[in-house]
């Protein structure tokens, strides 16, 4: 039925009907009217998979369609995830979803939206962006053979278009070495990309070769005969299995079938009607309606609530730790505590010191190498169903491009924690190639995110018993370097709540730092003995903003902010952008204004204006200010 809700041009409220040349503002999205849009897209996307969802959601799938995400369910991710009104026609026909919630499709009251997302929960994780859906299928297969230890498979469909994504050879990589079995990649060789053919067209053979070459089992079929994608879907497996399906891009519309141009266009509505008479000419009445077949019931039950560390912090004051160690510790603390904690980095365990957890769960620590696209991917899947509190950790500069997944994260509104070691200059002689200087605008601009920023090992500690409690995207900003300990072991933090870490009475100035500059603050403050307030934001994304105005209010409206890190998107912009409203404020900013160079951490420091030199002659240059004003 979805060709009812996706071919024609007019529209199914008023019966007008729309003109394309005039009503449509881009391919693919909004055909309207002067009262109400009504969306019809791609098409012939989604006549190329019809035979092979058909097949997976009743054949070859194990699945409640009361309960799509029960757990003990097969997983299928639609990777080409523009084809979505197929995949929302499977569900009409399972009785999940009413046909004319497919009339509705990309409206702005609708659940079903252009590409997948889960606001319905049919769809596990968000896909559109291509190349994604199969690093988050690893995820879920690695779940379900590795810790889950359950019956469960998981199927991907994929578009030819997507397979020149790097992202995808990374996933195939992974699926192979961890001999993911359980993992199937249904790959749509249609030949026809948005402009262009796919660089490989339908040389099928090309497409086995490589997938064989990344240690997969490689089928090729007709992907529009349902007797050879039954017999290739029903063949036992032993190793990760690519279905090449050679099929038809806009297969059943004659006059598209396999021409360029078509790609997101609604069909005139003379063709669209010739398609539909032909289609349901050869429609056999049937009053037999098809079930998929029942999941096996193997999966352990998980519960991820009250995920608490087992005791207090054990730091004492005069200790130093960085904070990335603290953070390795503080993983695999709170393993011994829950079974569900799970953690992945990507070749940096020894820097990131996830090797700490790694070293005491290694059942519960995934090596994903140098593929951080895929590193994020595969965290997602681990957390999809609430399956795994999940943690990711690599250099902070490294996150840089995992964006795309990142975003596809957020979107998907998945529990994932990642951790960002040597940020900033303090990580030194490695030079700005591997200094994290741009993360925390990246993860600011997440809708979901949470951003931790501890100074100290303790701080460290409640921000990982924090996150992994925490709904969305968290990010832990760790530092290279030892630090001293600020905090004592009973200190209670919260999202969103900051600590004035150092006051007087006769504070003439607010300062907001964080991390390295936090110690640098500090030592500036008592250099001066007084007139300084210090405040530690620990979280930098929810910013508490009210203690910080109160404080700037009680300092005369005198505020400096010091951060490792660019001037753009960072901790001085977020307290800028929460004092936009604010009268009377004088807010000075320091942080690094330009790329910086290799050196000695304090070398460095001093050099960009974020040392404590720096910070207490930027205090007196601010009191100096006021009283000649005056």
Request: proline residues 5%; glycine residues 6%; charged residues 20%.
């Amino acid at each position: 039925m979805f060709y009812k809700g996706t071919l024609n041009n007019y529209c199914a409220n008023c019966g007008k009907v729309q003109n394309p040349a005039t009503d449509v503002s881009e391919p693919g999205q909004f055909i309207l009217d002067k009262h109400h849009p009504l969306s019809y897209r791609y098409p012939t996307s989604c006549c190329s998979v019809a035979e092979i969802m058909s097949v997976l959601f009743f054949h070859s799938m194990r699945y409640r369609p009361e309960d799509p995400r029960n757990f003990n369910n097969d997983r299928f991710i639609l990777s080409k995830g523009h084809a979505a009104p197929a995949l929302y026609s499977m569900w009409v026909e399972t009785g999940l979803l009413k046909e004319s919630e497919l009339l509705s499709l990309c409206q702005v009251d609708s659940a079903l939206e252009g590409h997948p997302s889960p606001k319905q929960q049919i769809i596990d994780v968000a896909t559109g962006s291509l190349g994604q859906g199969l690093g988050v299928a690893c995820g879920m297969a690695y779940t379900g053979k590795y810790f889950d230890k359950a019956s469960y498979r998981v199927f991907c469909l994929l578009g030819d278009g997507e397979m020149s994504e790097g992202a995808v050879w990374e996933a195939m990589s992974f699926a192979s070495y961890y001999q993911l079995d359980n993992l199937v990649a249904i790959m749509d060789i249609n030949r026809l990309g948005q402009s262009d053919p796919a660089p490989l067209q339908h040389h099928v053979e090309k497409y086995q070769k490589r997938c064989e070459a990344f240690g997969w089992h490689a089928i090729i079929v007709d992907g529009h005969s349902v007797e050879e994608l039954c017999k290739a879907l029903s063949q036992p497996r032993h190793q990760p299995t690519a279905i090449i399906a050679k099929t038809i891009k806009g297969k059943g519309i004659p006059a598209a079938e396999d021409k360029l141009g078509w790609h997101a266009k609604p069909l005139p509505k003379d063709m669209a009607e010739m398609v539909m008479k032909d289609l349901q000419s050869r429609i056999v009445n049937s009053s037999k309606h098809l079930y998929p077949p029942a999941p096996i019931e193997d999966s352990p039950p998980v519960s991820l609530r009250n995920i608490r560390m087992p005791s207090a912090p054990s730091y004492k004051a005069g200790e130093k730790i960085a904070t990335r160690k603290a953070y390795g510790m503080a993983l695999a603390k709170l393993g011994r505590y829950n079974e569900r904690v799970v953690v992945l980095d990507g070749d940096t365990n020894n820097l990131t010191y996830s090797e700490i957890f790694k070293n005491e769960h290694p059942n519960r620590f995934v090596e994903c190498y140098v593929a951080q696209q895929n590193m994020v991917g595969v965290a997602m899947g681990c957390a999809a169903r609430e399956r795994n509190v999940v943690f990711a950790s690599t250099l902070a500069s490294f996150f840089t491009r995992a964006y795309d997944q990142l975003r596809a994260a957020a979107i998907s509104e998945s529990n994932i924690n990642l951790c960002g070691s040597h940020c900033g200059l303090s990580t030194g002689e490695e030079g700005p190639s591997l200094m994290g200087l741009e993360d925390m605008a990246m993860f600011r601009a997440l809708p979901t995110a949470t951003i931790f920023y501890p100074c100290d090992g303790v701080s460290t500690e409640k921000a990982v018993e924090l996150a992994a409690s925490t709904k969305g995207v968290c990010y832990i900003r760790t530092s290279r370097q030892d630090s001293a300990i600020v905090y004592n072991s009973n200190e209670d933090f919260h999202v969103g709540q900051a600590k004035v870490v150092y006051q007087n009475k006769d504070d003439q100035v607010t300062v907001v730092a964080a991390g390295v500059t936090l110690h640098e603050a500090l030592a500036a403050a008592e250099h001066l003995k007084k007139g300084t307030v210090v405040i530690d934001p620990f979280t930098i994304k929810p910013l508490d903003i009210k203690t910080i105005i109160d404080h700037t209010r009680a300092t005369r409206g005198r505020i400096l902010t010091v951060e490792d890190h660019y001037y753009e998107g960072g901790l001085g912009e977020a307290v800028c952008s929460a004092m936009v409203n604010e009268s009377g404020i004088s807010l000075h900013r320091l942080a690094v204004s330009h790329i910086p160079r290799s050196g000695k951490p304090h070398e460095l420091l001093k050099i960009y204006g974020i040392d404590r030199d720096s910070i207490a002659q930027a205090i007196r240059k601010m009191l100096s200010s006021s009283t000649n004003a005056k």
